[in-house]
């Protein structure tokens, strides 16, 4: 039997039973009003009817409705009889007035009295219908005489009353359920169909993904990783959108996710639900719920009332997912309707004698209907639950799409990342292969002591515009390291004194030529042994001093070296007095490729050199301050941690000093070079043939296994990158082979990256050399490992490069030329013209020849950025 046949059939069953005038089912419904779902009368033709009638809730009111939940059977026999008085009114057990809610004949309140005879009733018998502890409704049966119910037919109406508590509300929540099974069904159809939307992000797109399942429909379109994982989930709700339909048997739904609006079925237009969501987003009520309902929305968003007939009903859906929110929204149409009730539902009150206002009850039960617009079928708990437990399967698929999406994100990032450290491994040895051969056979053809003075000049300018580009190549590749994450930290102990003092020794020369003091200053509390990453210190202060002694032109440039707060840290300050930075300029300073005006007048760098330095001392644990106003000078200042270390002895050979030959009881030492460029094997052998050593050469790995099986050699110049076979695996096989241990392999690699020289040890390689290469390393290199000892010339004064130390180029000198001469000299400079700028010196009178052969040789020596100093205040 159905829910309403069951409330039927009880009517009967007590109107027949104790034989009622009329006896009424009542289902209590705060929101809708009671209703009255059965009744059953003692005379069929009676023309007064209330079934199907709804009765506002003030009709019982709640304290009545709390003694139905204490007592389930109410009895007025007689409602004119009078009432007694309850004697004692006093507990004498409590002192307290006694409660007769439990009495199943206590009398009702004038009001209630009053409600009855306006009903024409007499006598009643109420039976309440409990839900567990709530009140669900009442059977009432009403009687137009006074009428007594017998003792056993009362327990029989009771006994009906737990039954119908067991009935009744277990019924409709059958109907409910099977009504909740129908929407589990689409549930678990969309369920189904989001569980795959993993392997869906997989399949659609395309290139494969390593350790991920592939799967490819054939019916849907390629997917790249612009594709946002949300917008995937739409795309598959749209795909379902009769399932999403009917979910909650909606008309219409919208699906916004991001920028992107779907609508399906009955729905406002595209500009109308984007102003919706607009004020939902904004809405005190609904901007932070995650799940709502509203049955007539009109009534609290008025733009809605042009569109009451497609959706007055919104019940909305919410995936709030790190800063962005998606909405789903259902609409239902206005469900224009006549609701009947049992009189008007509207309370009455009069004024009593003493003039007060008192409610009453309605005189007139006559059929009153109301005609209701606006409203929509209101939406369902059942349905509520089932949204709710929807968002939480697309909320978890969102957060796995997500998760795939970032994994993907981060394997093209690495994807990526490797490409770039291949390229930039390969343009590394494209670059330095060559440079090391200019570099290398121009130090080696300036061994040649008969070489004239301007053979010397040549070679010089050759060594100094080869270690330039090196210079710009280095730069340009240390900082795709550092954006490939490759910048390593590698520390080792060293000589602090030693450091700082051989780098102002090495820039003293710069310094002099342009007539500034170069300073050093450094605490003796500053521990002269120390442990961090050497290389990196070292490249940080020859890149600020250099560029203080670049654009300072009269003055000094200092370094100074002061302990810090703690005994790990150690600060370097770099000062000048040179034409100093703007403060707007100051942001310029550390970003790639940026530079300052001064930097831009020099015409020389990259902009790279601070942003490096700045990497390499955040490696060393420490930050960088500056100082500097305009024509003020500049403080560079950075600190660094450090470990004190033991006493180091520096392994490098005497400065410049030329090696001979090989040490009185030297053995004949036998040296492979393994190399597949040909200029480099040959530069390697003119650099160590004159010493004596004996030498054979292979041009890949496998050659120099098999010279190694056959000659033994103590020491291999081993090359990386070979054809047939690269240097790594030929170390590794001789290191395998017996007594292959013994043999002395130095690693030759033109790839300045970290990893390749790692790599290069790791495969059993002692040591390794970075193309292109001093001279003076290679020898360094093979008295470390092999222990010789070398023979060195005598030091006379030799030819040296011509030099104008003696002559300072400044503002002054070049006062004596016209002011027209000194702009179209800068402007030469700045185009690097240099035809135009022998023309200019060509026009130097004969007395003032010094500087005429001063610009000469700035110009052959290509140090036009000297020119532009000294001539930039004529621009």
């Known amino acids: 039997t159905s829910f309403y046949g069951t409330a039927a059939l009880i009517a009967a069953e007590v109107q027949a039973v104790v034989g009622f005038d009329r006896v009424l089912v009542y289902q209590f419904s705060a929101e809708e009003g009671d209703i009255v779902i059965a009744e059953a009368l003692k005379d069929p033709d009676n023309p007064v009817s209330y079934n199907g009638l709804r009765f506002p809730e003030f009709d019982i009111p709640p304290v009545a409705r709390r003694t139905f939940s204490a007592n389930r059977l109410r009895m007025i026999v007689d409602l004119d009889a009078p009432q007694a008085r309850l004697i004692p009114a006093i507990n004498p057990q409590t002192n307290a007035p006694f409660e007769p809610i439990a009495?199943?004949?206590?009398?009702?309140?004038?009001?209630?009295?009053?409600?009855?005879?306006?009903?024409?009733?007499?006598?009643?018998?109420?039976?309440?219908?409990?839900?567990?502890?709530?009140?669900?409704?009442?059977?009432?049966?009403?009687?137009?005489?006074?009428?007594?119910?017998?003792?056993?037919?009362?327990?029989?109406?009771?006994?009906?009353?737990?039954?119908?508590?067991?009935?009744?509300?277990?019924?409709?929540?059958?109907?409910?359920?099977?009504?909740?099974?129908?929407?589990?069904?689409?549930?678990?159809?969309?369920?189904?169909?989001?569980?795959?939307?993993?392997?869906?992000?997989?399949?659609?797109?395309?290139?494969p993904v390593p350790g991920k399942s592939q799967f490819t429909p054939t019916t849907t379109p390629p997917l790249t990783l612009d594709h946002r994982p949300e917008s995937l989930l739409q795309e598959i709700l749209q795909r379902h959108g009769d399932q999403l339909l009917a979910i909650v048997q909606a008309t219409g739904v919208a699906l916004c996710f991001g920028e992107a609006l779907t609508l399906l079925g009955k729905t406002p237009t595209d500009a109308q639900v984007k102003e919706l969501l607009r004020w939902l987003r904004q809405s005190p009520d609904y901007g932070h719920q995650n799940l709502f309902a509203i049955n007539s929305l009109g009534a609290i968003y008025p733009p809605a009332q042009t569109f009451t007939a497609i959706a007055s009903?919104?019940?909305?859906?919410?995936?709030?997912?790190?800063?962005?929110?998606?909405?789903?929204?259902?609409?239902?149409?206005?469900?224009?309707?006549?609701?009947?009730?049992?009189?008007?539902?509207?309370?009455?009150?009069?004024?009593?004698?003493?003039?007060?206002?008192?409610?009453?009850?309605?005189?007139?039960?006559?059929?009153?209907?109301?005609?209701?617009?606006?409203?929509?079928?209101?939406?369902?708990?059942?349905?509520?639950?089932?949204?709710?437990?929807?968002?939480?399967?697309?909320?978890?698929?969102?957060?796995?799409?997500?998760?795939?999406?970032?994994?993907?994100?981060?394997?093209?990032?690495?994807?990526?990342?490797?490409?770039?450290?291949?390229f930039l491994a390969k343009m590394s040895h494209e670059l330095r292969t060559p440079l090391n051969a200019i570099l290398g056979f121009s130090q080696v053809m300036n061994r040649d002591e008969t070489l004239s003075t301007e053979h010397r000049q040549n070679l010089?300018?050759?060594?100094?515009?080869?270690?330039?580009?090196?210079?710009?190549?280095?730069?340009?590749?240390?900082?795709?390291?550092?954006?490939?994450?490759?910048?390593?930290?590698?520390?080792?102990?060293?000589?602090?004194?030693?450091?700082?003092?051989?780098?102002?020794?090495?820039?003293?020369?710069?310094?002099?030529?342009?007539?500034?003091?170069?300073?050093?200053?450094?605490?003796?509390?500053?521990?002269?042994?120390?442990?961090?990453?050497?290389?990196?210190?070292?490249?940080?202060?020859?890149?600020?001093?250099?560029?203080?002694?670049?654009?300072?032109?009269?003055?000094?440039?200092?370094?100074r070296v002061f302990p810090g707060s703690t005994p790990t840290q150690i600060f370097f300050e770099v000062s000048d007095t040179g034409p100093g930075i703007a403060p707007d300029e100051h942001h310029l300073l550390f970003d790639p490729f940026s530079q300052t005006e001064s930097g831009r007048k020099s015409m020389q760098g990259t902009g790279l050199g601070l942003p490096i330095c700045k990497q390499f001392v955040n490696l060393m644990g420490g930050d960088f301050t500056v100082e500097s106003q305009v024509n003020q000078g500049s403080v560079f200042r950075f600190d660094i941690q450090i470990k004190t270390a033991n006493a180091v002895d520096s392994p490098l050979s005497p400065a410049g000093r030329t090696i001979l030959g090989l040490g009185p009881g030297q053995p004949q030492y036998r040296v492979l070079i393994v190399e597949d460029v040909e200029e480099n094997s040959l530069l390697l052998l003119k650099l160590l043939n004159p010493l004596g050593f004996e030498i054979r050469t292979a041009k890949n790995g496998q050659e120099a296994i098999a010279v190694w099986q056959s000659w033994r050699p103590h020491l291999i110049w081993m090359d990386i990158l070979m054809p047939i076979m690269d240097g790594y695996e030929a170390t590794k096989q001789i290191r395998a082979l017996p007594g292959g241990a013994e043999t002395i392999i130095i690693a030759l690699t033109a790839n300045a990256f970290d990893d390749v020289h790692r790599a290069a040890l790791d495969a059993g390689c002692n040591d390794y050399l970075a193309k292109p290469f001093q001279d003076t390393r290679i020898f360094e290199l093979m008295g470390k490992h092999l222990g010789i000892c070398y023979c060195y010339r005598e030091e006379k004064t030799s030819p040296k490069t011509v030099s104008r130390s003696n002559y300072t180029l400044n503002s002054q000198s070049l006062a004596v030329m016209p002011a027209p001469w000194r702009s179209q000299l800068h402007d030469a400079a700045l185009a690097m013209d240099e035809d135009r700028l022998e023309d200019l010196i060509a026009k130097i009178p004969p007395e003032q020849r010094d500087l005429a052969d001063n610009l000469t040789y700035l110009v052959e020596n290509f140090r036009l950025d000297l020119i532009l100093e000294q001539s930039h205040g004529d621009d």
């Not at 939406?379 to 939480?392: K, V």
């Not at 050093?520 to 509390?525: F, G, K, R, S």
């Open 103 to 207: 009495s199943m004949l206590m009398g009702v309140s004038p009001c209630h009295g009053e409600y009855y005879r306006n009903m024409g009733v007499k006598a009643t018998l109420a039976i309440a219908i409990m839900d567990e502890e709530r009140l669900w409704g009442l059977v009432v049966g009403q009687h137009n005489t006074p009428k007594y119910v017998e003792p056993d037919l009362r327990n029989y109406c009771d006994n009906l009353g737990y039954l119908m508590s067991l009935t009744l509300p277990r019924k409709q929540r059958q109907e409910i359920q099977r009504y909740r099974q129908q929407m589990e069904i689409t549930l678990a159809y969309l369920r189904r169909e989001l569980q795959t939307v993993d392997t869906e992000f997989l399949g659609r797109l395309p290139f």
């Open 313 to 422: 009903g919104v019940l909305g859906l919410v995936i709030r997912l790190q800063n962005s929110a998606y909405y789903i929204l259902w609409f239902r149409p206005e469900i224009a309707q006549t609701v009947s009730w049992g009189g008007v539902p509207s309370p009455e009150t009069r004024l009593d004698q003493s003039g007060a206002l008192r409610l009453c009850p309605r005189n007139s039960f006559e059929l009153w209907q109301e005609h209701v617009q606006g409203k929509s079928l209101a939406w369902h708990l059942a349905e509520m639950d089932i949204i709710a437990d929807l968002r939480d399967i697309l909320t978890h698929s969102a957060l796995r799409l997500s998760q795939i999406a970032w994994e993907l994100a981060a394997e093209q990032a690495r994807i990526a990342n490797q490409s770039k450290s291949q």
């Open 460 to 559: 010089t300018i050759i060594n100094r515009s080869g270690e330039h580009l090196l210079s710009l190549i280095n730069d340009v590749l240390e900082m795709s390291k550092i954006e490939a994450g490759h910048l390593s930290f590698n520390a080792n102990s060293f000589n602090l004194y030693q450091l700082v003092e051989g780098i102002t020794e090495m820039l003293q020369l710069k310094a002099s030529a342009k007539n500034l003091q170069l300073r050093l200053e450094y605490d003796p509390q500053v521990s002269p042994y120390v442990i961090t990453d050497e290389g990196k210190l070292r490249q940080t202060l020859i890149n600020l001093l250099e560029n203080a002694i670049k654009f300072t032109h009269e003055g000094w440039v200092k370094l």
